[in-house]
Every structure is written in C-alpha cells, then in structure tokens.
C-alpha cells in the first residue's frame, strides 16, 4: 500500500489549503481513515479522522476549521483547511485510524508551513 499526500505549501495566517491523500494497493473506502500531523520537535499527532461511513470528528484545535472528507470513486481522502494559523505549521500525513501496522508506512507527508 502507498498514500501519497499532497497539497501544502506556504501561506499566511487566515489563507486556506485543501490536502489530497491518494491510494495505491489499497481500497480506502474499506478504512476509517485519518490526517495526522507532525510539528518539528514534537510527536506526530491525530488531526482528523473519518470513519468508512463519512463519520468525521477533530481534536479541538482544528474544530470548525478543518474539514476532511472522502472521495470513494477517487480513492482519496481530503483535508479542507480554512484560518490557518502559524501552529498548523507541520508535515502532515494520512493513514488508517487506529495506524494498521500492515497497512502501509506514513511516506514523506505534505509540509505545510503558515507564516504569522
């Protein structure tokens, strides 16, 4: 199994970007899936996650900002994020939710990078 994230970039404080999660190997819509995030000097963290029905719950901090959703024909999963403030900064990865040990590895991420 492969995912490959991609869609960040850099942008200022209050800007948007929507992250795209694509699947090789693998039929994402069999999974609860899940964003995770990994600021520099901290531990990789859950973000978002959305269950094989399109149930979808945040940790606080995200909450009414971001949005992730899922495109089964497309064998994607997407991450909407609106006001995005400089502590999102971080590489973000996708991957099942809980981690599936044999699902696949985390990849290189998606680095998004918010400047105050």
């Known amino acids: 199994v492969q995912l490959q994230a991609s869609g960040g970039g850099l942008v200022q404080a209050g800007e948007s970007l929507r992250l795209s999660c694509a699947a090789s190997?693998?039929?994402?819509?069999?999974?609860?899936m899940a964003w995770y995030r990994q600021a520099p000097g901290r531990q990789r963290e859950l973000v978002a996650s959305?269950?094989?029905?399109?149930?979808?719950d945040y940790v606080d901090s995200v909450r009414g900002r971001f949005t992730i959703s899922r495109d089964n024909a497309k064998n994607t999963v997407y991450l909407q994020m609106n006001s995005l403030k400089p502590e999102d900064t971080a590489v973000y990865y996708c991957n099942t939710f809980p981690k599936l040990a044999d699902f696949g590895s985390w990849g290189q991420g998606t680095q998004v990078t918010v400047s105050s």
């Open positions: 190997g693998a039929i994402l819509s069999f999974f609860n």
């Open positions: 959305i269950s094989s029905r399109s149930d979808a």
